[in-house]
Nanobody, 120 residues
Framework: QVQLVESGGGLVQAGGSLRLSCAAS????????MGWFRQAPGKEREFVAG????????YYADSVKGRFTISRENAKNTVYLQMNSLKAGDTAVYYC?????????????WGQGTQVTVSS
């Protein structure tokens, strides 16, 4: 069973950058589409970015388009989320997941999440 572990979260000032990593163990993710979601306190989990198994196609929520970039290195069994120009509204727990699409219901395997806090 593939397990996902996120890292790279932390506290950053508005306008700053963070790079999140999602490392897989117990199996390969090379055959999986992957995605990043986030959940702020009191809000539902929302889609952030997705990438196909090959990395040839990416897609983003409108709220992060142009600021966030999803990528993957299948040889390292790792997916990344580069976050630039961060805003206070980006504060949330960020989760990576294996699947495809923009709905959380389309993802089967989830990490435990990493906290991102953006101070204004």
């Amino acid at each position: 069973q593939v397990q996902l572990v996120e890292s790279g979260g932390g506290l950053v000032q508005a306008g700053g950058s963070l790079r999140l990593s999602c490392a897989a163990s117990g199996g390969t993710i090379r055959n999986y589409g992957m995605g990043w979601f986030r959940q702020a306190p009191g809000k539902e989990r929302e889609f952030v970015a997705g990438i196909t198994w090959s990395g040839s196609s990416t897609y983003y929520a409108d709220s992060v388009k142009g600021r966030f970039t999803i990528s993957r290195e299948n040889a390292k069994n790792t997916v990344y989320l580069q976050m630039n120009s961060l805003k206070a509204g980006d504060t949330a727990v960020y989760y990576c997941a294996a699947g495809a699409g923009t709905s959380a219901r389309q993802y089967d395997i989830w990490g435990q999440g990493t906290q991102v806090t953006v101070s204004s």
